[in-house]
Nanobody, 115 residues
Framework: QVQLVESGGGLVQAGGSLRLSCTAS????????IAWYRQAPGARRELVAR???????NYADSVKGRFTISRDNAKNTVYLQMNSLKPEDTAVYYC?????????WGQGTHVTVSS
């Protein structure tokens, strides 16, 4: 069983920054890829960024150049640094991993960007 716990969400003005954290337990963290997804009201959940066990990253086009995903294996934590936030970034952000063919999700953290 894998547990993922997100934190760091909140309310920020457009142009501001937030850093989300996802801390994992119940698995050998350094061997797994971690992804951030988000879901806006009335919209489908979408992939925001992903980091592999080797530290290879990929991003949705909508956040490239503004968001940075990173990991600290010593702390079992993945971060999502979000800069130049826009109102359209408002969503619930979820941490995700796949371990032994099972998908695991955190409870989500709310990010609200005001204009």
């Amino acid at each position: 069983q894998v547990q993922l716990v997100e934190s760091g969400g909140g309310l920020v003005q457009a142009g501001g920054s937030l850093r989300l954290s996802c801390t994992a337990s119940g698995t050998t963290f350094r061997f797994i890829a971690i992804a951030w997804y988000r879901q806006a009201p009335g919209a489908r959940r979408e992939l925001v960024a992903r980091i592999s066990s080797a530290g290879i990253t990929n991003y949705a086009d909508s956040v490239k150049g503004r968001f940075t995903i990173s990991r600290d294996n010593a702390k079992n934590t993945v971060y999502l640094q979000m800069n130049s936030l826009k109102p359209e970034d408002t969503a619930v952000y979820y941490c995700n991993c796949n371990w032994l063919t099972t998908d695991y999700w955190g409870q989500g953290t709310h990010v609200t960007v005001s204009s």
